[in-house]
C-alpha cells in the first residue's frame, strides 16, 4: 500500500444540529444584545463524504441523523460508482458502518 496511497478511500461523517447555537453573545457594556436563534424545530444536516490522498469524492449532504438505511443509500448510490478495482475503504466503527448491504456494494 506505500506504493498506491491513491487507492486508500477514508469514509467519515459529521453533522451539525441548531441546538448548537450558543444561547448567550457578547456586545459592548450598556448595549443590548439582538440576535435570532431558532425555536422549537430542532434539525440535524450530516455530511458524508470519502477523502482520498487528491481530495474529496462522493459527498453526501442529509437532513438527519447518520443510520444504517441511509449509510446504505449513500454506499450504493454515490461511493460505490467511484470506487475502482483494487481500492480499500477505510470506516470507523460506527454501528450504522457495520451493514452486509453496504458491504456487498463495496465488494
Not at 431558532?38 to 481530495?55: D, E
Not at 442529509?62 to 460508482?81: C, G, K, S, W
Request: proline share 6%.
Amino acid at each position: 500500500m506505500r506504493l498506491e496511497p491513491h487507492r486508500l478511500v477514508f469514509i467519515d461523517e459529521t453533522g451539525t444540529t441548531t441546538k448548537m447555537t450558543r444561547p448567550r453573545g457578547r456586545c459592548l457594556k450598556g448595549q443590548r444584545l439582538r440576535s435570532k436563534a431558532p425555536f422549537g424545530h430542532w434539525k440535524t444536516q450530516t455530511f458524508i463524504a470519502g477523502l482520498r490522498c487528491h481530495g474529496l469524492t462522493a459527498p453526501f449532504v442529509v437532513d438527519t441523523p447518520m443510520n444504517r438505511r441511509i449509510f446504505e443509500t449513500y454506499v450504493e448510490t454515490q461511493l460505490a460508482p467511484t470506487l475502482e478495482k483494487g481500492d480499500i475503504v477505510i470506516l470507523d466503527n460506527l454501528a450504522a458502518h457495520k451493514s452486509q448491504t453496504a458491504e456487498a456494494a463495496i465488494r
